[in-house]
């Protein structure tokens, strides 16, 4: 291949075609006779058609370079929240609205105008119509950055009060964008009398019956000398009731202060709570007066019996262990001795139970029932026979009249849960413990922690194992005396933690409540906000536990004052899913309906939606903070009133031009299919005037 540009390669193709035909016609006297231009002109026709193809036998290649002059892109953000229209009279809107339109117009014939609103977030379609319920100005300027790449972005025009309440930052929050930014000052900067709830710190869960913390954070502007009254509620059936309640001194025109109340978790699921701070005199808002907020109450302790044949220095050491997990309520009883309601616990720990006197049968039948988790630890008043037939993951061939001490090593092939390799360290150096001496068979289906150690041979005998022992999760300590452990713990460390944190796993694991319902239902929220649409989705299982939806899901909504909302959901590909759309701030229930050949399945769960006041917090506009965006980026900042003067102003900056991209393409010659129209053209006019004068 070769480049058109070079032109000394045409030049010779040329020249050897004129060379070529001159001597052919000249040696031929058949037009002799005919006048000496029409020679020369069919030998120029000849000449050409023969350079031309001699050219295209090397394959050249043509380029050509295109211009292109792309104008500045100029960008009106709008800032589209609730908060603009706080204190703006309706006149200066319209007025506001109309000068933005014939900018937009004036822009348009010198630049590209890419006009666009954001609040919650950017959008090119929507009207302006002041209704976002939140504003992030960082969000817009992404925005921006990642739909103008590529493009001669001039100039940003941002239209705002300043106020963000989501997202970064904006003085920081692009640094990329390096670009005029030319602010227009809305909203009212004037600072006036007003009390407002700034924030709520809270734990988004907390547990029954524990305390938990709740800190509001107050602001107040020109109310000093007044004293606040704020109040804590929790709202019960639509209901609030006074949990606790402040008066607090306000000392300082620009005054700051966080108030700490300590309640009680007295009831389980979401509860809606909310902070109030009594209106004053003359106070420019009351929408910033108040704040609510959800806090997800768990009922998730679990009732943890511990079983024992008898006292030993093992049983305080479990106690104190497994009370380290709040979630854990522990009892404690010696056998034998009457058990009330052995259903009411979460899990089981049977210390060396069974014994020689006392038979755990009765009990283990009625925790089969139900299918409740087991700790068996075996001892020296064990009895082995019974031991072995209590459960089906451990058999020994011995007895408990002879005791081996031993130590524990950690098997490398257990994988239920991780084990820090600094405990597997630590373990060899802890203190003996008591096994039975005999011969240990583990079932091929358990999973074994430790082995046992027997003086310095590491034997296959399970020392600590974990199993599914007739669909009951079951772990077996196979020794007594955990507790020197614990002991041997706080002498080396100063505290229980590795002990501790290995025991609290091996019961975690076991107590994890397997899900065995047929018929599921799942929002995928607990606490949605109000624009935000609620989504459920939904799960159906036949008798196998395969996933199936041939029939529909049906589900009922009510809200707080008893309006029921009926749909059905669609079926995906084994499942169901449901949008049901936006639902008004409030607590909902629900109860989700199947047919199925058993019989009507239902489940029923509950949702809140909650209100967004983001736009109500604050009460004056941050025009310095468009000015120092405006001066960092090398712009202005105007007023309202000033709108229209921005065309003149971004005409005048040097900075904002249009930019001239040229770019240039490689074709082969051979694309250009008029190329060979030429040649065709130049060939048959040669031949038609060779026939003319009498030749072939």
């Given amino acids: ?151 001669n972005l001039g100039a940003i025009i941002l239209a705002s009060d300043g106020n963000y309440n989501q997202g970064r930052n904006p003085l920081y929050s692009n640094p990329s964008l390096s670009v005029p930014i030319y602010a227009v000052t809305l909203g009212d900067s004037t600072i006036k009398r007003d009390v407002s709830i700034q924030r709520v710190l809270h734990n988004s869960i907390v547990y029954l019956g524990d305390q938990f913390e709740i800190q509001a954070d107050l602001k107040a502007y020109r109310c000093e000398g007044e004293k606040l009254n704020l109040q804590l509620y929790r709202v019960d059936n639509n209901q609030e009731v006074l949990l606790k309640k402040e008066t607090i001194d306000v000392k300082e025109s620009d005054w700051y202060h966080s108030q700490k109340f300590v309640i009680d978790a007295s009831r389980a699921g979401t509860i809606r709570y909310i902070v109030k701070v009594s209106p004053l005199s003359n106070e420019y808002s009351i929408e910033n007066n108040n704040r609510d907020f959800f ?222 319902r047929k018929f599921r239902v799942y929002t995928q929220l607990k606490v949605y906000l109000e624009n935000q649409p609620i989504v459920f989705d939904a799960q159906l299982f036949n008798e196998s536990y395969e996933p199936v939806n041939t029939e529909d899901v049906f589900i009922t909504i009510t809200s707080a004052d008893r309006k029921d909302y009926q749909f059905t959901f669609s079926k995906t590909e084994r499942a169901y899913t449901l949008d049901a759309g936006l639902f008004a701030p409030g607590s909902y229930q629900y109860t989700a309906s199947v047919n199925t050949k058993v019989g009507k399945q239902e489940v029923k769960g509950q949702f809140v939606v909650q209100r967004i006041q983001l736009e109500t917090y604050q009460s004056t506009a941050d025009h310095n903070l468009l000015r120092l965006m405006a001066t960092q980026q090398g712009g202005v900042t105007v007023s309202p009133d000033q709108v229209s003067t921005l065309a003149e102003i971004i005409n005048q900056n040097k900075t904002v031009k249009p930019v001239q991209y040229s770019s240039q393409r490689t074709y082969p010659i051979v694309n250009f299919k008029w190329l060979f129209a030429l040649l065709t053209g130049l060939l048959c006019l040669e031949w038609f005037l060779r026939r003319y004068h009498g030749a072939y």
């Fill in 295 to 516: 806090i997800d109450v768990l009922d998730a302790r679990q009732k943890v019996l511990i079983l024992a044949a008898g006292p030993h220095p093992d049983l305080a050491a479990l106690k104190k262990i497994l009370e380290g997990n709040k979630n854990y309520q522990i009892e404690t009883k010696l056998l034998p001795g009457e058990i009330q309601n052995i259903q009411s616990y979460s899990m089981v720990v049977f210390h060396q139970l069974p014994s020689k006197t006392v038979d755990i049968t009765p009990i283990l039948n009625e925790l089969n029932k139900t299918q409740k988790p087991r700790l068996f630890i075996v001892g020296g008043l064990s009895d082995i026979p019974r031991f072995n037939a209590a459960q089906t993951l451990l058999k020994i061939a011995g007895d408990t009249r002879n005791m081996n001490e031993v130590t524990g090593e950690v098997r490398e092939s257990f994988s239920l849960f991780t084990v820090d390799p600094a405990w597997k360290e630590f373990l060899r150096n802890f203190p003996p413990v008591s096994a039975p001496f005999g011969e240990y068979q583990a079932s091929p289906g358990a999973n074994i922690l430790m082995t046992q150690k027997i003086g310095n041979i590491i034997t296959n005998y399970p020392l600590c194992m974990i199993g599914e022992d007739q669909g009951s999760r079951t772990a077996i300590f196979a020794a007594e005396g955990i507790w020197k452990w614990r002991y041997f713990n706080f002498e080396e460390n100063k505290n229980f933690d590795m002990v501790d944190d290995l025991v609290r796993r091996v019961v975690q694991y076991i107590g994890i409540k397997e899900d065995k």
């Fill in 1 to 151: 291949m070769m480049n058109i540009s070079n032109t000394f390669i045409w030049i010779l193709c040329l020249g050897i075609a004129i060379l070529f035909w001159l001597i052919l016609y000249f040696r031929d006297q058949t037009f002799k006779d005919i006048k000496p231009y029409w020679k020369w002109l069919m030998i120029s026709l000849r000449s050409l058609a023969t350079a031309i193809l001699l050219y295209l036998i090397l394959a050249p290649l043509f380029k050509s370079v295109f211009t292109e002059v792309k104008k500045p892109l100029i960008v009106i953000a709008q800032d589209n929240s609730q908060s603009i229209l706080r204190n703006w009279p309706k006149d200066k809107q319209a007025r506001y609205l109309a000068d933005k339109t014939a900018l937009e117009t004036e822009l348009s014939k010198t630049f590209e105008v890419l006009p666009l609103t954001f609040g919650e977030k950017p959008d090119e379609q929507q009207a302006i119509d002041f209704s976002e319920r939140a504003t992030d100005i960082s969000a817009a300027f992404d925005y921006i950055q990642n739909q103008t790449a590529g493009q």
